[in-house]
């Protein structure tokens, strides 16, 4: 079955330290994003790409790094820089920029120790 | 400034009932729409999308209402069932290829 794969589904992270969520799709699409979503509010977008080796800052990427070297892979790191990492992180993909519908994983709840 | 806002948190209908969940938006170019639907500890899926060139975009139980005059979409689902019960989402989008500006969402309990 095509889908998205976060992983892992809870991570813990203590103060000072850098923690990457993973996020992996077998849909053959051309973009990637990473949301933040915080209770009572909606997604808010972290970083996008649009091709291998290319991605984009969205409206909250302080705090935050990404790489795109293989078009299943988008995997996000958290940075000691994001001084309230505590959310749900979901990672989505849709075949093309243009595509509005997007496809979603079932997310990682970030928690700080 | 939340652009796409969804001023109720909660809603509670009875079974077979009309479930309605409102959207307001305040960037007059935003001309595409859609409404996604979370369960807990899952992602969001893509429920229904409507355009500006349209009032109304009808799938099955659901259909989707535009005013553009008024800045104001909402999501009808009839008859409610039980599973519906979810997180709704409402976004927007300023022509193809753009990015989505997400409410807060609504979470609708639909009770037996």
């Known amino acids: 079955d095509g889908g998205i794969t976060q992983s892992p589904k809870y991570l813990f992270r203590k103060e000072g330290q850098n923690v990457t969520l993973s996020c992996e799709q077998n849909?053959?699409?051309?973009?990637m994003y990473w949301y933040r979503q915080d209770p009572g509010q909606g997604l808010r977008l972290i970083y996008y790409?649009?091709?291998?080796?290319?991605?984009q800052k969205g409206d909250i990427a302080e705090g935050y790094s990404v790489s795109r070297e293989k078009k299943e892979s988008f995997p996000l790191t958290v940075t000691s820089a994001q001084k309230n990492p505590t959310a749900f992180y979901l990672c989505?993909?849709?075949?093309?920029?243009?595509?509005?519908?997007?496809?979603f994983g079932s997310g990682t709840q970030l928690s700080v120790l | 400034d939340q652009q796409v806002k969804q001023n109720s948190p909660s809603l509670s209908v009875q079974e077979g009932r009309i479930s309605i969940l409102n959207c307001d938006y305040t960037n007059s170019m935003f001309d595409y729409f859609l409404w996604y639907k979370k369960y807990p500890a899952e992602g969001p899926t893509f429920l229904i999308s409507i355009s500006s060139i349209k009032d109304k975009n009808e799938d099955g139980r659901f259909t989707v209402f535009l005013n553009k005059s008024a800045k104001h979409l909402s999501l009808h689902i009839v008859p409610s069932q039980p599973g519906d019960s979810a997180v709704y989402f409402c976004?927007?989008?300023?022509?193809?290829?753009?990015?989505?500006?997400f409410g807060g969402g609504t979470r609708l309990m639909v009770k037996p």
């Open positions: 989505a993909s849709s075949r093309r920029m243009e595509d509005e519908k997007l496809f």
């Open positions: 849909l053959n699409h051309d973009a």
């Open positions: 790409s649009q091709i291998v080796n290319d991605f």
């Open positions: 976004a927007a989008s300023v022509d193809a290829g753009n990015m989505l500006t």
